[in-house]
């Protein structure tokens, strides 16, 4: 068996489904992406739990290419926020084009992202488009889509704790790489503030 554990399916009646599918959708549809977190903490077990859910994502010959690194220090937190909003200066000076900017602009963003420092935690998701096992590259595959599904599996998990998330991608987002100390196998893919 390897360690792996047997699926057992729960037999479930077409009324109980039709009723289950519909009580989920109505509840998730009420997610929302956020910009205005308070304070207020998270204890790291629930930010734990939520990690432990996104990592039961399917993904590519069960490699789990991803790493989640949680972040609530106060002094790395600033720090991605003063490399976020450098490289989001740039973005909204110099990179985006008029038609970007002109999606954006319902949405009110600029390059201020004081979020970073508010929300009690930042989920930093990397990608890993191979291990490193013995001093040795292994292949990881389909390492976008697994780490994708991976991003929303982690988003319900943050909404069914009753708190709430923004997917943030400062682009590029090789600070994060840096600041954080990850190895040469890993690349930023997402930046998620979460809380309240």
């Known amino acids: 068996m390897n360690g792996f554990i047997p699926y057992t399916q729960v037999k479930i009646d077409q009324q109980s489904m039709t009723q289950r599918a519909l009580e989920h959708y109505l509840n998730i549809s009420r997610r929302r992406s956020v910009r205005d977190f308070s304070s207020q903490p998270v204890a790291a077990s629930i930010v734990r739990d939520i990690l432990m859910a996104a990592s039961t994502a399917p993904s590519g010959a069960n490699k789990q290419p991803w790493t989640f690194c949680a ?76 780490v994708g599904i991976s991003c929303g599996f982690l988003l319900e998990a943050v909404y069914e704790a009753g708190l709430v998330a923004l997917t943030h991608t400062p682009s590029p987002m090789n600070f994060l790489k840096k600041i954080l100390n990850r190895p040469e196998n890993e690349t930023p893919f997402l930046l998620i503030p979460i809380g309240y």
């Open 71 to 146: 972040v609530s220090d106060p002094v790395i937190k600033s720090a991605i926020r003063q490399a976020a909003e450098q490289e989001e200066h740039e973005n909204y000076h110099n990179r985006m084009s008029a038609d970007w900017l002109s999606d954006l602009a319902p949405l009110g963003t600029n390059e201020n992202k004081e979020f970073l420092e508010i929300a009690p935690w930042l989920i930093v998701v990397f990608k890993k488009s191979y291990d490193i096992s013995n001093g040795e590259k292994r292949k990881n595959y389909y390492v976008t889509e697994s």
